[in-house]
């Protein structure tokens, strides 16, 4: 049996000058800013554990991580991932494969994708692919206020 889940994401960037940019678990030093959020707000580590939790209906990132628990404030979302990915597997899930789409102005997402899909199959145990894409000037997203992921997951239900 297969199923598919998806996840969507979306932060505004930080006022903050001293906050890191991190998506998909890798930082984009030469971004201005980071992005606000109550953990690192990597929105792509976001949206990739809303698709896998999706696909095996085990709920959202909110149940399982609340904003409201002083526990992931600052969390890191690798780490966030990699737990909800065990809960997946343990209800007897498999990732089979992720795909992302990540919507932004700057900064160029290509010299780091690479980066971005390794260290993201690395957590996830299966591929897990990144694509970049332009809002072209529409809305907040066209305007650079933030960046916004979608994700959508494929697992297996194991053999037993
Ligand atoms: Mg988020």
Redesign the pocket.
Known sequence: MIRVGQGY?V?PFSDDPARPLLLGGVRFPEAARGLA?H?D?D?VA?AVTDALLGAAGLGD?GQHFPDTDPTWQGADSIDLLRRAVADVRAAGWTPQNVDCTVVLEVPKLAPRRAEMQDRLSEVVGAPVTVKGKRAEGLGALGRGEGIACLAVALVAKDER
């Open positions: 994401d932060h959020g953990s707000a929105a976001h990132i």
